[in-house]
């Protein structure tokens, strides 16, 4: 199914978009991915510091599922359009059922189990961009931009819901319980794909694929000055807005109320459900593209207001119209599809994610090792100012597109 680059008149609706059958199937196997990944980090975190004891190992075992993501997207990306993506996200979900499987049994000391976890976490980017390049071919034009809000909500209700059904999991069954619950959702999502999606032939055929491949295309996107200003735009500004999400749990300590750390980060995941669901399908796609740039200045000037330190409930609602922001994103998705070669689209949306996951993490660490010399409440504003500078600064990419 091609797009088309014209702004439609009107937006589409979440029903057009769920009644197509492809994608209901697409986001059935993601929410069931992002289920299991949550349950898994959590349970996985869990095994490692009972297991020593160790915060700093129990922070890397929950971090091991992210940083595969920037070496992944680094070596093996250009595989995301050489091979069908049924068969890229089937596979990986078996890869992923098997180690929760190995996790489970508890037959590895913590450091191979790390080292597990973070080899067979490679693949993940070339699956996670094959499901992404994937998603115009199901639905076109408003619709896509529709499917993208779908997704990007789904995955903020999972860290809203994710976390406490996981611990509340791990109560009842204990973490290797979970971990065998996470291995049979992976399985559940690899039979929904394998019987129920449509098997797609790969974007580029012909010659070789592999790291040196993944280095020339990602170089050949980033030189084009288009693709180039839309990744920094969908890069940065919200990465400076995750720095500040670094240092909650501090604040919340500073604050004197230790507990609603809990609360501060679901606010954000509030917020980005709330601003996709709002501006996704109650404003016009012309008006989204008129708000891309306020909406994305408001990722970091609610962070102003953490100077005075204020209290958990106003706190909580300064992160909620931050995460509201994130809805500036949705425009963007248009323009970035169209502006990347078909035979390439699945690399660059694979290097869209990479780059994206890669600086929020390094992010949130800036901010943690700020958060070692100031308070707290003036690295959640020093993270807002930057976020607004890096607005800002593409504030032409934000701009809605002049038209011939």
């Not at 349970?43 to 929950?62: E, K, N, Q, R, W």
């Not at 189990?113 to 992404?132: E, I």
């Not at 789904?154 to 994710?162: D, F, H, Y």
């Amino acid at each position: 199914m091609t797009t088309t680059s014209v702004v439609a008149p009107r937006p589409a609706t979440y029903r057009e978009v769920f009644a197509v059958g492809q994608f209901r199937v697409l986001f059935g196997s993601y929410t069931l991915f992002l289920i299991g990944e949550t349950v898994r980090m959590l349970a996985l975190s869990v095994t490692v510091y009972a297991a020593t004891g160790s915060p700093l190992m129990s922070a890397l075992a929950y971090a091991a599922g992210f940083l595969p993501y920037a070496l992944g997207g680094t070596l093996l990306l250009a595989f995301a359009d050489r091979w069908p993506p049924r068969a890229v996200m089937v596979g990986y979900e078996v890869l992923r059922a098997v180690v929760s499987a190995v996790l489970a049994a508890g037959l590895l000391p913590v450091p191979a189990m790390l080292a597990l976890v973070f080899v067979t976490g490679l693949p993940g980017a070339v699956a996670s961009a094959s499901r992404a390049a994937l998603l115009p071919d199901l639905l076109d034009g408003d619709h896509y931009v529709l499917g993208r809000a779908v997704f990007s909500m789904a995955a903020g209700g999972t860290q809203v819901l994710g976390f406490a059904a996981g611990g509340m999991l791990i109560v009842a069954v204990g973490a290797p319980g979970a971990l065998w619950i996470t291995a049979a959702t992976c399985l559940a999502s690899a039979a929904l794909l394998r019987l129920r999606l449509a098997d797609h032939p790969c974007r580029r055929t012909g010659g070789s694929a592999g790291v040196s491949e993944t280095w020339r295309v990602n170089r050949a996107l980033l030189r084009r000055p288009t693709v180039r200003a839309l990744l920094l735009a969908q890069w940065l500004a919200p990465a400076l807005m995750v720095g500040a999400e670094g240092v909650l749990v501090p604040y919340a300590e500073r604050v004197g109320a230790p507990d609603a750390a809990g609360l501060l980060f679901a606010a954000v995941a509030a917020g980005m459900f709330a601003g996709n669901l709002i501006v996704g399908r109650l404003v016009s796609p012309a008006g989204r593209e008129r708000l891309a740039g306020p909406l994305a200045l408001a990722l970091g000037l609610p962070l102003l207001g953490f100077a005075p330190h204020p209290g958990p409930a106003y706190a909580a609602i300064l992160m909620a119209v931050s995460g509201f922001g994130v809805a500036y994103q949705l425009p963007l998705a248009r323009r970035f599809l169209h502006a990347v070669p078909e035979t390439q689209r699945g690399q660059a949306f694979g290097l869209l994610l990479t780059g994206t996951m890669t600086l929020q993490g390094l992010a949130a660490g800036a901010a943690g090792a700020l958060g070692e010399a100031v308070a707290p409440g003036l690295v959640v504003t020093l993270a807002g100012a930057a976020s607004v500078i890096a607005a800002l600064m593409s504030w032409r990419t934000l701009s809605p597109p002049r038209r011939p």
